[in-house]
């Protein structure tokens, strides 16, 4: 089955700088990949997806990347925020009927003002 | 337009009891999947209704089970608690008929604790 490996587990960056996740997938099939956000006793809220049928996609500060080739995506925070501090995931999924997501292990962020 | 709502917040069990867990999906969505969650991880797919059927499981054994009801509500069923099964449990409701990836929409979770 699908294998998704998350890096950093661990991330702290400065208010007004970047911060990049990076994950890792081994089936080649899948073709979706989300990315969640998720604070302190709360929801796992989607941020930003993309499809593998685009390499890259962006909505305001936050950017993905993606190299199907060697299957790995990333996400891009820019003027990191405090508000941006949380547990960020990444998922992939495959086509097929049930399209269930797997996964990665999580990046704790924290912006430190 | 209510998101998905998940009952109870929190629950205490002890070992070998069972649990029902319940999930109400966002409006306009027919599809239910379920999530545990352990401490520090990240979610686990543990199988997923659609049309009142389980359309595919993950690697759990069979103590976990689930249903759909003809309102596309869920419930989750462990039977035979085990001290492992503490865990916070999602439930995510997506549209599940379209031919691409339908984006999934997490509910709070119920924190099962089992001592």
């Known amino acids: 089955g699908e294998n998704v490996e998350q890096h950093p587990s661990t991330l702290s960056v400065q208010e007004g700088d970047s911060a990049v996740i990076k994950c890792t997938y081994s089936?080649?099939?899948?073709?979706?990949f989300p990315w969640y956000k998720q604070e302190l006793g709360k929801r796992p809220q989607l941020i930003i997806d993309i499809r593998s049928n685009v390499g890259e996609k962006k909505d305001q500060r936050i950017a993905v990347t993606l190299n199907k080739t060697a299957k790995h995506f990333s996400l891009h925070i820019t003027e990191t925020q405090p508000e941006d501090s949380a547990v960020y995931f990444c998922a992939a999924s495959r086509p097929g009927s049930a399209r269930q997501l797997t996964f990665g292990s999580g990046t704790q962020l924290t912006v430190l003002p | 337009d209510a998101g998905v709502t998940q009952s109870p917040t929190h629950l205490i069990k002890t070992r070998g009891q069972q649990v029902t867990l319940r999930c109400s999906p966002k409006s306009g969505h027919d599809t239910v999947s379920w999530y545990q969650q352990a401490l520090g991880q990240g979610p686990q797919f543990i199988f997923q209704y659609y049309e009142e059927e389980e359309r595919q499981r993950g690697n759990f054994p069979d103590r976990f089970s689930g249903h759909q009801f003809p309102n596309y509500s869920s419930e989750l069923n462990v039977n035979a608690l085990l001290l492992g099964d503490s865990a916070l449990y999602l439930c995510?409701?997506?549209w599940g008929q379209g031919v691409i990836q339908e984006t999934q929409y997490f509910g709070p979770g119920t924190r099962l604790l089992v001592l």
């Open positions: 995510a409701s997506s």
């Open positions: 089936d080649s099939a899948s073709n979706y």
